[in-house]
């Protein structure tokens, strides 16, 4: 049996209940944390591009998670298996699980019809955050694409998932845009 | 002006913004995963674990005394309440309790049940000298050192461990006396 082995005082972490997810942390404490996972992921990396890559890969392992989550809480072991479904869901249902709210929006790339994009005036990741000038395009949103990514490939839909920041006029602060990228099928 | 009266764990907590503690424990969980990827060691993930709490801790508590409205505690046995009542309501939102007084008032414990940093956790076997929450301790001696006194702290129980509950052992090795740079009437 997995888990079983040394003498623990509930054996397995399958038997507790599963919680219904309505706890709650400050979102101070999630802050700090995030903080140092970008500060901590700066030291291990020579460039900006290595370093998004490496808060993606963070991201991805708390997407693939939340997905095998939800689905067995929310929705009775089921996930989406159509491109559009498990679109609406990530925007949606893993937007409101984990920010509280569905995404600003949703849209369908105008140059190419594999991109879809996902927009969020102040993503909840970056609201702490100011890029110095010397880091030029660098996005902490590279750990909510990788999140994405993690949903979208766990599901069966592999993509590329970038986040940009896109200037809104008349708006001192970027929004940021997560870009979806969906592969081509195999 | 006249002192404002101390805010209890509670009212802070429910005036705070918040955000899912899944979100939080996930991404915890996506930090620890990272570490033991990149230093191999337990003891280095440990130590590392220690030290982000740290870093964490002498940031937070400037938060701490900014929304608490506590003044300074009469002596440490009011200050390990503060920290268990106040602290880890107002950023956890979970209360945790003291307890294991020493005859002289320096050393004990403070003990969670309740502890969002381990849903979903199961330590394999590999991981087992792995103290998972490590960050905890680093944050309150860091918050603590801010505030004047020097700690040490170290885990009695761990439920991933097998115990039935976490406890911290904090010991106040030094109290340093405050210094002020400047004179009062400057």
Redesign the interface.
């Known amino acids: 049996m997995i888990?079983v082995?040394?003498?623990?005082?509930y054996s397995?972490?399958l038997d507790k209940p599963l919680?219904k997810?309505k706890?709650?942390?400050?979102?101070?404490?999630?802050a700090?944390?995030?903080?140092?996972?970008v500060?901590?992921?700066q030291t291990?990396v020579d460039n900006i591009a290595e370093l998004e890559r490496?808060l993606e890969?963070?991201?991805y392992?708390?997407g693939a998670?939340?997905l095998e989550?939800l689905c067995h809480r929310d929705k009775g072991n089921r996930r989406d298996t159509r491109l559009l479904g498990i679109l609406s869901f990530v925007h949606t249902t893993v937007w409101k699980?984990?920010?509280?709210k569905a995404a600003d929006s949703l849209e369908k790339g105008t140059e190419h019809e594999d991109e879809y994009m996902i927009s969020e005036k102040e993503l909840?990741v970056n609201r702490f955050i100011s890029i110095p000038k010397d880091m030029g395009t660098f996005n902490c949103g590279a750990f909510v694409a990788g999140i994405v990514r993690g949903v979208l490939d766990s599901a069966g839909f592999p993509a590329v998932v970038t986040a940009h920041f896109v200037p809104i006029e008349g708006q001192q602060r970027p929004r940021t845009t997560i870009l979806i990228k969906f592969a081509e099928e195999s | 002006m006249a002192p404002v009266a101390p805010r209890s764990g509670d009212a802070i907590?429910a005036s705070?913004?918040?955000?899912?503690?899944?979100?939080?424990t996930?991404?915890?969980?996506?930090?620890v995963?990272?570490?033991l990827t990149?230093l191999e060691e337990v003891e280095e993930v440990n130590k590392?674990l220690d030290q982000?709490g740290y870093?964490?801790g002498i940031?937070?508590v400037d938060?701490f005394l900014a929304k608490s409205n506590v003044s300074s505690c009469v002596d440490f046995k009011e200050t390990a309440e503060v920290i268990a009542k106040v602290g880890f309501k107002?950023?956890?939102?979970v209360t945790a309790s003291v307890t294991n007084w020493d005859a002289d008032g320096t050393c004990c414990s403070i003990v969670l049940e309740d502890n969002?940093l381990v849903?979903?956790?199961?330590l394999p076997?590999n991981c087992?000298g792995l103290y998972y929450c490590n960050?905890l301790s680093g944050v309150i001696r860091g918050a603590l050192e801010m505030v004047s006194m020097k700690t040490e702290i170290t885990w009695a129980r761990d439920?991933l461990?097998?115990?039935?509950a976490f406890e911290l052992q904090v010991k106040l090795i030094k109290q340093v006396p405050e210094e002020y740079p400047y004179k009062d009437d400057e």
């Open positions: 888990g082995g040394k003498a623990k005082q397995n972490v919680s997810g706890q709650e942390v400050s979102l101070s404490a999630f700090f944390l995030f903080s140092e996972l500060q901590y992921n291990q490496r890969d963070a991201g392992s708390v998670r939340v989550l699980v984990l920010f509280g909840l | 907590f705070v913004d918040r955000v899912n503690a899944e979100l939080f996930l991404t915890y969980g996506a930090i995963r990272q570490l990149d590392q982000m870093n964490i940031r937070l938060e107002m950023f956890l939102g969002p849903d979903f956790v199961e076997d087992q960050i439920m461990r097998g115990d039935d």
